[in-house]
C-alpha cells in the first residue's frame, strides 16, 4: 500500500465515511427487474433514441449572449485572503476578492459576457496561483502564469 | 496627502488622466511615461487601446518593470497590427484579438488566412481561440491549424469547436499525446 | 444453458451457508427471480460507497447501480461463469458511470453541484471536509479517479484492482502515479 502524505491521508479519510442505501432501493431495482421483459428489442430502440435526444438536448441547451455567472474556486487552506484578477476587471487585486467557505475552499461567482478570458489568483495580496483546475494561458509576458477560461454563448 | 495628489493628477494636464483613464492612480509614474507613446501611436493606428491597457495593469499587478511592460505593449501592438492587416476591415475587435493571440502562439499570417477564409462570413475568433488553446495543450502549431481547418470545412460550429477544445484538454490530462488526441477527436466530430 | 456450477438440483436439501454468486445466478436463471435480491444486497453493499465517490453524488450512483443491476439481470443468460462476476458486473457498472458522466459533463470538471451558475448565494454553500475532498478527487480524470478510490478507499491491493478491472499492473501503477500527482498539484498552493 502506497505511503499518503498527511493533507492526502485526510481526503482519504474522508472518502472512508460509508454509505448507505436510500430505502426502497432495493424494491426500485427488483421492481424493475420483473418488469424486463427480455425479448423487447423494440423498447431498447425507442428508450435508446429518447435517451440520445434528452443527452443532446442537455448538451446544446439554449443560451443566452448576455452575461453568464462563472465561478472560480480554489482550494488554499492557509490564505488569509483570495483575490481574483484577470481581463475582466484590469487585474486589480482589490476589484474581485474570493469568500472563504469551509476549511480551504475559496470561491466567488462572477457574471461574464461570452469571451476569453486570463485570469489568475492572488494568495495573500502576493503569491500568485494559477488555476490548477483550468487550462494555461500560452502567453507569458510577465513571471506568474495566468489560466484562460472560455464563456460560451449560443450562437447560430 | 493623497487628496492631494488626487486634485494634482485632475488638474495637472496629464497625457493619461485624458485618454486612458484607467490607468488613472494605478500606474506608478515610470511605467507611464514608458507606455503612453506607444499607447498613442496604437490609438492613431486605430487598434484597441483597452487592450493594450489591461497588459498594462497586467504587468502592474505582477509587479513587473517599465521594460518590461512596455515590452509587452509593443509586441501585443505589433500582433494585433498584423492580425487586423492579415483579416481585413471587416474583422470583429475580438476577431483581432483572437488573431494577435494565435499569431502569438505560434500561427503563420498564412494560417490565420485560410481558417479566416474557412469561416465565411462568421465571426472566426473562437476558431482562432481554439486554435491557441489547443496549442497551449502542447498541440504542435501544425497539427492545430489542420485540425481546426478541417473543422470548419466541415461545417463546425462555435460550440463544436469548443467541444473539441474541451475533449482534447481531457485527453491530453489523461496521458494521450496531445496530437494524437486532436486528429482523433477531429475525426470523431466532424465526419464530412 | 450453460451448466453453472451450483447450480442446485431438486434432489439436494437446500444449504444454510450463504450462497455464492455462481449459485445465485443459477437460481435466478432457473426462473427463481427474486433470488436476484441477493445479488443486488451483496453488490449495492460492495460498491455503493465506490459509486458514489466516483460520480460525487449518492443519487447519481444510486441511478448508475440501478441501471447497472438490469443489464446484468438481462445479460445474466451472456454471462457464462468465464470469469469472476463481480469483475464482470464492475465493468457494467463502470461503463453506466462513464455513461453518466458524460451526459453531465461541463467543460473539464466532472464534479455536480459546484458549477451550479450563480444560482447558489455564497451563504448556501457549506463545504465541509468531505464535500472538498470530493470536489478535489472530482479533478481527476474518471481513469485515475477510479485507481485510486479502489486502492485507497476501497483498501484493494494492485492485484485485487488488476483481477477487478482487467487493467495491467503498470497501467494501474501509471493510473496512481498521475493521479496522486494531480492532487499534489492541487493542493500545492500549501506547500511545506
Redesign the interface.
Given at each position: 500500500m502506497t505511503e499518503l502524505p498527511g493533507n492526502l491521508r485526510d481526503i482519504v479519510t474522508q472518502l472512508k465515511e460509508p454509505v448507505t442505501a436510500s430505502a426502497g432501493f432495493r424494491e426500485r431495482v427488483m421492481n424493475a427487474v420483473r418488469a424486463t421483459h427480455p425479448r423487447r428489442p423494440l423498447a431498447w430502440i425507442v428508450g435508446g433514441v429518447l435517451a440520445a435526444g434528452v443527452a443532446l438536448f442537455l448538451l446544446f441547451h439554449p443560451r443566452s449572449d448576455t452575461e453568464r455567472p462563472t465561478t472560480f474556486l480554489l482550494l488554499a487552506p492557509r490564505a488569509t485572503t483570495v483575490a481574483l484578477v484577470g481581463d475582466f476587471n484590469d487585474w486589480d487585486p482589490s476589484a474581485t476578492p474570493l469568500q472563504s467557505v469551509g476549511d480551504s475552499a475559496w470561491f466567488v461567482v462572477v457574471s461574464l459576457k461570452p469571451g476569453r478570458y486570463r485570469y489568475s489568483f492572488v494568495v495573500d495580496g502576493q503569491r500568485w496561483m494559477a488555476d490548477p483546475t483550468a487550462a494555461r494561458a500560452v502567453d507569458h509576458d510577465f513571471g506568474p502564469e495566468s489560466s484562460v477560461v472560455t464563456v460560451l454563448s449560443r450562437r447560430t | 496627502m493623497k487628496q492631494l495628489l488626487v486634485v494634482a493628477l485632475l488638474l495637472a494636464p496629464t497625457p493619461l488622466a485624458g485618454q486612458s483613464p484607467r490607468l488613472t492612480g494605478r500606474v506608478p509614474q515610470p511605467i507611464v511615461s514608458a507606455v503612453v507613446p506607444l499607447l498613442d501611436s496604437a490609438r492613431a493606428a486605430g487598434l484597441p487601446t483597452d487592450l493594450l491597457e489591461a497588459k498594462v495593469l497586467e504587468g502592474v499587478t505582477k509587479g513587473a518593470n517599465a521594460d518590461v511592460i512596455a515590452n509587452a505593449v509593443r509586441r501585443l501592438a505589433s500582433d494585433l497590427g498584423a492580425a487586423r492587416r492579415l483579416l481585413g476591415g471587416g474583422a470583429s475587435a475580438r476577431e483581432i484579438a483572437a488573431g494577435a493571440g494565435a499569431l502569438r502562439a505560434g500561427f503563420s499570417g498564412a494560417d490565420l488566412e485560410r481558417i479566416h477564409a474557412a469561416r465565411g462570413a462568421r465571426d472566426a475568433a473562437v476558431a482562432f481561440e481554439v486554435a491557441t488553446d489547443l496549442v497551449a495543450s502542447t498541440v504542435p502549431v501544425d497539427t492545430a491549424a489542420r485540425v481546426v481547418l478541417r473543422a470548419l470545412t466541415s461545417g463546425a460550429s462555435d460550440e463544436q469547436l469548443a467541444q473539441l477544445r474541451m475533449a482534447v484538454e481531457r485527453d491530453v490530462a489523461n496521458g494521450v499525446p496531445a496530437p494524437v488526441a486532436a486528429s482523433l477527436r477531429a475525426t470523431l466530430l466532424f465526419k464530412n | 444453458m450453460s451448466a453453472l456450477r451450483g447450480f442446485s438440483r431438486r434432489d439436494v436439501a437446500p444449504r444454510p451457508v450463504t450462497p455464492t454468486d455462481g449459485e445465485v445466478i443459477g437460481r435466478v436463471l432457473a426462473g427463481d427471480?427474486?433470488a436476484?435480491?441477493i445479488i443486488?444486497?451483496r453488490y449495492?453493499?460492495r460498491f455503493?460507497?465506490f459509486a458514489?465517490?466516483l460520480l460525487g453524488s449518492?443519487e447519481d450512483?444510486?441511478e448508475a447501480?440501478?441501471d447497472a443491476?438490469?443489464r446484468a439481470?438481462?445479460g445474466l443468460g451472456r454471462y457464462q461463469d468465464r470469469e469472476r462476476f463481480a469483475s464482470w458486473f464492475y465493468r457494467i457498472l463502470v461503463n453506466r458511470c462513464r455513461s453518466m458522466q458524460?451526459?453531465?459533463a461541463r467543460?473539464?470538471?466532472s464534479v455536480p453541484d459546484?458549477?451550479?451558475?450563480?444560482?447558489v448565494a455564497?451563504d448556501d454553500?457549506?463545504?465541509?471536509?468531505?464535500?472538498?475532498?470530493?470536489?478535489?478527487?472530482g479533478?481527476l480524470?474518471l481513469?485515475?479517479r477510479e485507481v485510486f478510490?479502489l486502492?485507497?478507499?476501497e483498501?484493494m491491493?494492485y492485484e485485487d484492482i488488476a483481477g477487478l478491472t482487467g487493467l495491467g499492473m503498470s497501467a494501474i501503477k501509471?493510473r496512481?502515479s498521475?493521479g496522486?500527482d494531480r492532487?499534489?498539484?492541487?493542493?500545492?498552493?500549501?506547500r511545506q
Open positions: - | - | 427471480v427474486a436476484y435480491a443486488v444486497d449495492h453493499a455503493a460507497r458514489t465517490r449518492q450512483a444510486e447501480l440501478q443491476f438490469l439481470y438481462r458524460a451526459r453531465f467543460g473539464s470538471r459546484f458549477e451550479s451558475e450563480g444560482r455564497a454553500i457549506r463545504l465541509a471536509g468531505r464535500e472538498e475532498a470530493i470536489w478535489l478527487i479533478q480524470p481513469e485515475q478510490l486502492h485507497f478507499v483498501d491491493s501509471m496512481v498521475r496522486l492532487l499534489r498539484e492541487l493542493l500545492g498552493g500549501e
